[in-house]
């Protein structure tokens, strides 16, 4: 790699002049930054007082020779092909578009929070080729925890939207759903409480805390020593120090060192000797262009606390998924036990009816064929509550899974604890608008992709970062302390050091490359953003399009229930009176039960599609609607 490096000692009087030539040698270099090369060049300028400075001024017009301190290489540089310049002009093109700024508004909520505002307007990354309205994840921001001015105005707009007309969390669908038996509720906070999975999500705060701790580490206050001795050969010495660094957020860093070096040293290396009291020594540096705004420490702090703030959206995803699951499985279990009651009750009926035709038959009114026919029917109807008694068994299980006790324990439900179906309300349609425009504001999914834009925003400002050129400032000052070591006292003096460094790879196509790939992660985001849009306005769709048929359905069936008992009825009181058959008598009871055990099937889908519906808007809690109020009659 070729390199310009200049060192220069200059004395006071010739300080302000030197600057003066320095500064314009940068700013030549920059402007010229379109120079073809195929190497990174390297400027690194020194200065030390009180020393004379007439080597840095002949190195800095472009002179070789014996007066330069250390010499410095000058070539011409040859012209690249037109491939490498083709594919630099393009790289440069991404410059062209308008300025992104990371302002201090976007930062991770912890890190604006925790850092002085003034650190937090230094961390603004400027960064050309886009704009912020280029890459706002479409409808505004979401999340309200980190607003710019743009979504600012957007979540005010948001505030007048309406939410769906549902009870407040307080009336959750244990007390009033269920009556007496096991409550919903119950199920739900067993779930949010104890539920392995959920504690497996929620741990992953404890993790992302701690990388965001681990980030914070970069800029902990470090303690340096060395101890270097030299005890057999001519040259017999001894070497310790021992120091403070401490970088800091705005990209300097600042030191203080003590050392002291005692002994015979080779005449090449007597900088490392040291009056009798050692030497203390302070200084800093600090980056002005490549690593002001944004550095990689800083980078992987607000990437740490972005990860910080993304496990919230998935935990609350998995909380959202789980409790439907859990409801899906309650309301199983609540369907297979009102099964269970159907078949219960059928098989009592057939049991009473069986010692009225025993009697009938020793009285001569009916023969034995109809008392074993009822006996088939007690049979068949024994069999079936088996199966649905398994099924209750099975469902009970299930359940046990989100149903724990306070030691986290599966607890099975019994037979005593069966709940009933809630009465069924209609959906309302006309809040299906209001509904969509909810869940899009609300959906976990979407928080998560609002965040990591703004994570890919911080690497697209790094990749920025890595196409500025190096350019810092530097200085310490040191003194000696104690009996001089050398007649000269060349080292009992103050010494002042003031310095800067120019560095800048002409492609830089590691930067472009960077940013190139930073905004195709963006736009990958944002079109899954705008597909999760859409999905999550199908889903509610689909939801409450289930729940409109359900409920329809359960309207006609439970119609027909009524019917079919009525008949059922009917023919049994007429089998009473001699003026039917056990057979006209059993089809009836056969299509009432059919009809009784469609209506739960109907009902538990019902409460199936009430599931969706809750986890589409987004709600952590089994959702009720409020029964449509009365029209309102104006007093006379």
Known sequence: MESVKMDSMASPQLLRHWTRVCMLAVWVC????????????KAVAVQQTPIAVSAAVAAAAGKTGPTATGGAAVGAVDAADSATESRRHDDEMFLADSPFRLTSAELPVETAQTLPAAAAEAAEAKVDAVSIEELKPP???????????????????????????????????????????????????????????????????????GDQIAAWGEFDTKLKARTENQSLGFYENYQHGGGVYQPLYNGA??????RIGRGVFEPWYLERQTNEGGELKTGFNVPLLRDHDIDRRRAELWRATYDRQLAEPAIRQEVIGTIRDATLFYWEWVAAGQQYQIGKAALELAQRRNQQIQRRVEEGDLGEPDLADNRRAIIQRQGKLIDLERKLI?????????????NAMPLTPTENELAEFPPILPYDISQLEDDINYAVRNRPELVS?????????????EAFNETKPVLDAFSNVSQDLGEPTSNKRDKSELELEIGMEFELPVQRRKGFGKMRSARAKIGQIEAKRQFT?????TEVQNAAAALDAAYARVEAITDAVEISEELAQIERRKFELGESDLLAVFLREQIAIEAASELMVAKLDYFIARADYTAALAYEFPVLFTPPSPPTVPAP
């Open 139 to 209: 409808g505004g921001n979401i999340d309200p925890k980190l607003p710019n001015r743009d979504d600012a105005e957007a979540d005010s707009a948001d505030e007048n939207l309406p939410m769906p007309r549902l009870l407040p969390p307080p009336l959750r669908a244990g007390d009033a759903d269920a009556g007496l038996g096991l409550p919903l509720d119950q199920v739900v906070a067993s779930v949010q409480s104890f539920f392995p999975l959920l504690e497996v999500a929620y741990l992953e705060r404890d993790r992302t805390a």
């Open 533 to 537: 849009v859409e999905k999550i306005s």
């Open 449 to 461: 992709m609002d965040l990591m834009i703004r994570r890919v925003r911080v690497d697209l400002a």
């Open 30 to 41: 920059v402007s010229t930054a379109g120079c073809r090369s195929t190497q990174p060049m």
């Open 394 to 406: 099975q469902s009970a299980v299930k359940l046990s899974l989100f149903l724990r006790d306070e």
């Open 253 to 258: 860093d600042v030191y203080a060192s003590y």
